[in-house]
């Protein structure tokens, strides 16, 4: 649940989804349930020239299994407050 907590938080903000077949998506953060799936809006493709049957394409939904990577914005990304949730909840886990 911690990255579901955090993902919400970042409703809003423009993020890069890459996912395993490759194509990496630039679009607006409209939301992200439990399973991780994430909805965008005004979305471009970092290589339309690649995929250029994505350029009518303004948003979109990704299933949470295919995603790779989420590339976040530097300046929204408190690692410091990540990290302390991580150690919390790992410390939780192992009093189970």
């Known amino acids: 649940m911690l990255f579901y907590s955090f993902f919400k938080s970042l409703v809003g903000k423009d993020v890069v989804v890459e996912l395993k077949n490759d194509l990496s998506i630039c ?37 949470g299994s295919v995603v790779r990577y989420v590339q976040l914005p530097a300046d929204e990304c408190d690692t410091q407050l990540l990290q302390d949730a991580a150690r919390k909840e790992a410390a939780q886990n192992k009093q189970r």
């Open 27 to 63: 679009g607006t953060l409209h939301s992200v349930d439990q399973f991780l799936n994430i909805k965008l809006t005004d979305i471009s493709v970092t290589d339309p020239d690649k995929y250029p049957h994505m350029l009518s394409v303004r948003n979109c939904f990704i299933r």
